[in-house]
């Protein structure tokens, strides 16, 4: 008769099953009964900046200094920004994403917060939020930057992605705001300052006419001189008859009037030229400088008040440009099937791994099986 064999579970027998069986069959009943259908909708889109042409003037040097930089950069901020804590509760506020990956739309595992987990903070949130909701690539060589949500329904999945492209714009636009009122700041406050150089510059130079009794010792000058050469003409005049007098009658009593007239002509040529090109404070000469002084102070400050007006102006034109925005290439879609979970694929994965594992251990135990046996 032959011999009846009963079923016994070896070791290598329990091992299988630990590492393969019921491994694949957790994933043939979870991929093919359980895990929800994961929606995904795909942006892309690109950060562009306005390009200035540099130029010499203080106003292009601040503009060029203070406009952003390459538009590639940029784009990095709009990227942190889709993945912070403030773009979640921003959405979570306006869509109410927490209930869109909750209960019950997604399945025990893949929905927030998870099977057996009670911490719903948003800090997890986050979390989860990187790692099964939004992804975000950057090609640095094109510059687009693809935006990729997920959800368990298409619309959520589209609602999210058109959000974040919404909201990025915003951000874009709060920048450019920013930056045009710092440009506006900039330029007006170089506009006050300069005005008020210019009002102390002009209020020293009147209270010095007023104080001196000067108006333009330049021009004062050239009035006393021409009065010094009227006075060396008269002289001259008054010279040649004083002598045609004595040579035809010495005793004409025309004589001492004459002299007295030389005298006081000469006199008033001493003190013109004093006043003029004298050594003491009074003199046209030692004001003149100070005069000059602050005349040049003055044309400065009005040079750089008409600097800080063009500074001004432009300032003004280029608030009126938007100086970054983001420029969408593909708009987000409605999926009309599920990208995840590729069930197929999870199950022969997870069989090949639990393969893999039997494999090793079995090598390992029988290693050891053959040490202890020596």
């Not at 299988?16 to 889109?45: C, K, M, N, Q």
Request: aromatic residues 8%; neutral net charge.
């Amino acid at each position: 008769m032959p011999r009846s064999t009963s079923y016994r579970l070896t070791p290598a027998r329990l091992l299988f099953v630990l590492t393969v069986v019921i491994p694949v069959t957790v994933a043939v009943v979870y991929y093919g009964f359980i895990a929800a259908d994961v929606y995904v909708s795909e942006s892309r889109f690109v950060v562009r900046s306005e390009q200035r042409q540099p130029g010499s003037s203080l106003l292009s040097s601040f503009l060029a200094e203070s406009s952003f930089g390459r538009a590639q950069d940029d784009a990095w901020i709009v990227n942190d920004y889709v993945l912070s804590m403030d773009a979640l509760k921003t959405l979570d506020r306006d869509i109410q994403l927490r209930k869109r990956v909750g209960d019950p739309y997604g399945d025990i595992v893949s929905r927030f917060p998870q099977f057996g987990s009670t911490d719903a903070t948003y800090e997890k949130f986050l979390d989860y939020y990187r790692d099964r909701i939004v992804a975000v690539v950057h090609d640095s060589t094109t510059s687009i930057t693809t935006l990729r949500t997920s959800a368990f329904d298409p619309r959520s999945a589209r609602d999210i992605n058109e959000h974040l492209l919404t909201m990025s714009e915003a951000l874009v636009n709060e920048l450019n705001r920013r930056a045009r009122q710092d440009e506006m700041q900039y330029a007006g406050a170089m506009v006050q300052e300069a005005q008020d150089r210019v009002k102390s510059a002009a209020l020293a130079l009147s209270e010095y006419r007023m104080n001196y009794a000067v108006f333009d010792p330049d021009r004062q000058s050239a009035l006393q001189l021409q009065l010094v050469g009227k006075l060396q003409d008269e002289m001259l005049a008054t010279r040649a008859r004083l002598a045609e007098v004595e040579s035809l009658s010495p005793d004409n009593p025309q004589i001492q009037p004459l002299k007295t007239r030389i005298a006081a002509i000469g006199y008033e040529m001493d003190a013109v030229s004093t006043k003029v090109m004298g050594r003491g404070d009074g003199s046209f000469a030692a004001r003149s400088r100070e005069f000059e002084r602050l005349s040049i102070e003055k044309q400065f400050a009005e040079r750089q008040l008409a600097s800080a007006l063009a500074l001004q102006e432009q300032a003004r034109s280029e608030a009126a440009k938007k100086q970054l925005y983001i420029a969408r290439v593909v708009q987000p879609r409605l999926p009309d099937a599920a990208e995840e979970p590729k069930r197929l694929r999870a199950v022969l994965i997870v069989f090949t791994m639990g393969l893999v594992t039997w494999g090793l251990l079995s090598l390992l135990l029988s290693g050891i099986r053959e040490h202890t046996l020596e």
